[in-house]
T-cell receptor, first 113, second 114 residues
Framework: TQLLEQSPQFLSIQEGENLTVYCNSS?????LQWYRQEPGEGPVLLVT?????EVKKLKRLTFQFGDARKDSSLHITAAQPGDTGLYLC?????????????FGAGTQVVVTP | SAVISQKPSRDICQRGTSLTIQCQVD?????MFWYRQQPGQSLTLIAT?????????ESGFVIDKFPISRPNLTFSTLTVSNMSPEDSSIYLC???????????FGQGTRLTVV
């Protein structure tokens, strides 16, 4: 059962454009993480959001956690070719199962020069 | 942070054989996990590797197929037993240094079963 639904599955944009990736669920998460994975590598953590309504910014990346802690979004401003990769959201289901994450299916982002 | 070394990085194996994947961490970590990432898909948790006791498997995964060892706080192995082409996947080790901290991933082991 896929608890986390990511959309879109694939996104191809030109350098300089903006993009948003969504992660939605019917479940409440104690925390949610965003990762970027490049071919042949393991996922690399971008950010962790914990509080409902939380907004975190990491340079050109803005992450938002929904008020009910069921959904999240990742917005990239002025995308660059280096932003190309598979973006994964992962929810930590409960505090009792910390470290066990449910992953979304991923969004493949391609940024062309 | 934690630096994870996974071996082998890739392998091509004959069906019916077994492969053991190693995960070595440069520091003691509380939690270690094994994930599978099938081609074009996301990560699925196989099991939690418990130090000094049997691993805790997720639904759909069993010890006979995926035996796991964790002899200490820095090392774990995952064996893929009696392999079939359906086991072709990337297998990833993940560690959590302490409660509610950042999770780190190894670079993965790309397994192809022929």
């Amino acid at each position: 059962t896929q608890l986390l639904e990511q959309s879109p599955q694939f996104l191809s944009i030109q350098e300089g454009e903006n993009l948003t990736v969504y992660c939605n669920s019917s479940s409440v998460f104690s925390s949610l993480q965003w990762y970027r994975q490049e071919p042949g590598e393991g996922p690399v953590l971008l950010v962790t959001v914990v509080t409902g309504g939380e907004v975190k910014k990491l340079k050109r990346l803005t992450f938002q956690f929904g008020d009910a802690r069921k959904d999240s979004s990742l917005h990239i401003t002025a995308a660059q070719p280096g932003d190309t990769g598979l973006y994964l959201c992962a929810g930590e289901v409960t505090t009792d199962s910390w470290g066990k994450f449910q992953f979304g299916a991923g969004t493949q982002v391609v940024v062309t020069p | 942070s934690a630096v994870i070394s996974q071996k082998p990085s890739r392998d091509i194996c004959q069906r019916g054989t077994s492969l053991t994947i190693q995960c070595q961490v440069d520091s003691q970590v509380t939690m270690m996990f094994w994930y599978r990432q099938q081609p074009g898909q996301s990560l699925t948790l196989i099991a939690t590797a418990n130090q000094g006791s049997e691993a805790t498997y997720e639904s759909g995964f069993v010890i006979d197929k995926f035996p796991i060892s964790r002899p200490n706080l820095t090392f774990s192995t995952l064996t893929v037993s009696n392999m079939s082409p359906e086991d072709s996947s990337i297998y990833l080790c993940s560690v959590l240094p302490a409660a509610h901290t950042e999770a780190f991933f190894g670079q993965g082991t790309r397994l192809t079963v022929v």
